[in-house]
């Protein structure tokens, strides 16, 4: 016999009295999931939020004496508020009254063409005027001696109106060989050399003398000499109107001449402007 199995119904299910469940809408159990995460989501982020969100005025002192705040630390970022330096300042320190020197350099020499030396900042820079002075404050000046490199017992002295080199001596002498250094009467970078009488060291014959200011355009230029640097450390003193003239020793007569490559006149034309001895 043929087995009779039962086959599913043909008919449409609404005859048989079913019908679909349309109490609710297809997909509202993935709804109801989506939303309860969503909701899971915003709530962990306020809870994240208020966690974080500290005030920022409390402070943790950190060890090299500055603050940063929870924020910063809890972060692990590097803080750029700058330190709290506590106590006052410190005050700058006031410079001195050192008084200036002749500064050449010791391996500056003479141009090996026979040309006279090339210029240097070997010149005496007088103080700067004091501050808090008038507008208009009176230039500096400083009082210096001039020694021979080649016979550092003599200094230049003025006697019978000439300088002459001569070893040292009594008040008289001390105060003949001591000059106030002054800008140059030509040119304000060079130096003109005042004595205590206020007469003027100049060349006139290319011998050096001490006279008053005429107040000529031609004496101001005799009276008015640049430094230049030397064999020795030293300096050599130069004629502002007579360029590649320097002032040099001879017989300890002190006169302007050409320069000369040699070492005579290297040694006789280097002096050292020192201490005033008066």
Known sequence: MPDNKSRPSQEPLWEHGWA?????????????????????????????????D???????????????????????????????????PSASATQGDASPSASASSSASPSPNGGPPA????SPSPSAPAAGGGSDPAPAVVRRSVQSVNHPDRHW??????????????????????????????????????????????????????????????????????ARASHHGAVMLESVNYPGYFLRHQNFQVKLERYEHGGQYASDSAFRLVEGLA
């Open 20 to 52: 679909p469940d349309t109490s609710r809408a297809p997909g509202t159990r993935r709804l109801w999931l989506a939303g309860v995460l969503a909701v899971a989501t915003v709530v962990a982020c306020v809870a994240t939020v208020s966690l974080t």
């Open 54 to 88: 500290r005030p920022s005025d409390e402070k943790s002192a950190s060890g090299d004496g500055r603050t940063t705040s929870d924020k910063e630390t809890s972060s692990g970022l590097i803080s750029f508020a700058s330190p709290t330096v506590s106590g006052s």
């Open 119 to 122: 210029s240097a900042s070997a």
């Open 157 to 226: 002295r003025v006697g019978d109106g000439r300088v002459r080199l001569e070893a040292a001596g009594g008040s008289e002498f001390r105060a003949d060989a001591t000059f106030t250094v002054v800008k140059g009467l030509a040119d304000a970078s060079c130096h003109s050399f005042r004595t205590s009488d206020g007469t003027h060291l100049r060349h006139r014959d290319f011998v050096l003398r001490a006279e008053r200011d005429d107040g000529s355009s031609l004496f101001r230029q005799d009276a008015t000499f640049c």
